[in-house]
């Protein structure tokens, strides 16, 4: 067991009425009208509860929005616990479950500049870089450049041929895996100087590399080749099992979700038209307080967002800014950006808050991810319809990037904030599952319940076996 203990203050993540069978009227109605005696439905529909619900009685639990007003703890920074639709998951659920990575793909990953990830809390008062930030691939990793991943590195082999290999690395520099290397398939990494891995390596096929240090033991079937390149605390054949990394079998269907707002909104209450970023805003931009918004479209030359309270955003088009996109978060505040079609930021850009990513969440319909310029982001990015094509000269981040592929061709360099796995959902002990994806925790005998040990986690979580609970794996 490693124990590395996350504490916090618990950020809920939401999504809005719209994903219930009974929506709430459209919205002049306030977020944050005051409570009443139901609890079921959403909006103005919650049984007069003026909140969101969870369909049961009011009576103050997580998830109800009668009995004291759930849409005015929503607007203050707490509050009921959204469902998603078509299931019985919450949108802190959704985002432990997306969000574990410092970047992940659902296919490939390929990195040919240098490659830097490490984590932090910035929950945590004085929370500072520390080793943490894991990156996977459902498919291939590759990279042609120095790396140092301050967690583990994770290929799931999907689409890779029996005989390739699923890691790929090449470096002539010295690199670093921190933690450790799991490959659902052969590993060939090759290096001038040493590239040091600071646990283990799992792998189901062959581990032909030059040019390795293993400070643990590498796992490999029996009969399995081990180069003779590497340097390690022993070889141990047996069966070895690798997990896929990114849960892609069950997208969010973000452009399903979106056109559902255009009726039920909180436009009205500021005089918000939906096309009034279309073309931009003036520098001085545009205030969003408290409330669920659409919009046709964001674009123009420069957007800026001044956000005063938990805003959600929901535009029906593209997101394509050609020059600044800034948000600036006042403190105690979040934003959540559903963008059903495509995203492209250009310019020299200061988007989110890289002191707080956690407290921005950006999710992406639609088949492309562009940034050409120089960026100082600060968000978590599921965009997993799109090639993510990060600008030649490189780029450097603070949160998370999720995406169908990622391509790296210059530095990378992203900061993964653990606060993220905070947020809390709404699948207590007792619920049923069929993975540690459909929980809080772990999913054991088809229930969520608490870890006990670090195979309970998903990856590349670990299990803190005094709480239960399935942490970051950071020491």
């Keep these: 067991m490693r124990m590395s203990p996350i504490a916090g203050i618990i950020a809920t ?12 009227s459209s919205s ?6 005051p409570g009443g005696p139901g609890g079921g439905g959403f909006g103005t529909d919650a049984g007069n509860g003026g909140g969101f619900g969870d369909g049961s009685a009011g009576d103050g639990s997580r998830g109800d929005g009668g009995g004291g007003g759930g849409g005015g703890d929503f607007c203050k920074g707490s509050g009921a616990a959204i469902p998603i639709p078509g299931g019985d998951i919450c949108t802190g659920d959704l985002g432990r479950k997306l969000f574990k990575f410092a970047a992940c793909s ?17 929950n945590l008062d004085g929370g500072g870089a520390r080793t943490g930030g894991s990156i996977g691939a459902n498919g291939k990793l590759t990279s042609t450049g120095a790396y140092k991943i301050g ?13 390739a290999n699923t890691v790929d690395f090449t470096s002539s520099s010295g690199s670093k895996i921190a933690t450790d290397l799991w490959s659902r398939g052969n590993i060939n990494i ?17 581990v032909g590399s030059i040019g390795v240090k ?20 022993g070889v141990v054949e047996g069966p070895v099992a690798v997990p896929l990394p990114c849960d892609c079998a069950n997208k969010v269907d973000i452009a399903g979700i979106v056109p559902k707002m255009k009726t039920d909104n909180n436009n009205a209450s500021i005089n918000l038209s939906p096309n009034a970023l279309a073309n931009g805003t003036s520098p001085a931009g545009i205030d969003l307080p408290c409330g669920r918004y659409y919009l046709t479209a964001i674009g123009g030359p420069g957007v800026t967002l001044n956000i005063k309270g938990r805003v959600a955003l929901f535009v029906e088009q593209n997101l394509n800014v050609a020059g600044a996109f800034n948000v600036n978060l006042d403190p105690g505040t979040e934003i959540d950006i559903f963008v059903a079609g495509n995203f492209s930021m250009a310019g020299g850009t200061q988007f989110g808050s890289p002191k707080f990513p956690s407290k921005v969440r950006i999710y992406i319909g ?19 319809n799109a090639t993510i094509a990060a600008p030649q000269a490189g780029f450097e981040m603070s949160g998370s990037i999720y995406g169908n592929r990622l391509e790296f061709p ?47 986690c998903c990856a590349p979580l670990v299990c803190n076996t005094a709480s239960g609970k399935c942490i970051s794996d950071v020491h």
């Design 151 to 163: 967690g583990s590195a994770y290929s799931g082999g999907e689409g890779v041929a029996s005989d």
């Design 366 to 384: 639609g088949p492309t991810f562009t940034l050409t310029g120089r960026s100082e982001v600060g968000g978590n990015f599921y965009a997993p």
């Design 410 to 456: 210059g530095f990378f360099t992203v900061h993964y904030d653990e606060a993220i796995l905070d947020l809390e959902g709404c699948r207590p002990p007792g619920q049923t599952c069929n993975s540690c994806n459909d929980c809080q925790d772990a999913c054991k005998g088809g229930q969520c319940g608490g870890c006990t040990s670090d195979a309970d």
């Design 106 to 122: 659902c296919t490939t990953t390929t990195f040919s500049g240098t490659l830097t990830t490490d984590s932090f809390n910035s």
């Design 214 to 233: 293993v400070a643990g033991k590498v796992y490999v079937p029996q009969k399995s080749n081990v180069g003779a390149g590497v340097s390690s605390g």
């Design 190 to 206: 090759i290096d001038s100087g040493t590239t040091n891995i600071g646990r283990d390596v799992r792998a189901t096929g062959k």
């Design 13 to 24: 993540f939401f999504l809005t009425a719209l994903w219930g069978a009974g929506c709430g």
């Design 28 to 33: 002049a109605d306030p977020i944050d009208g």
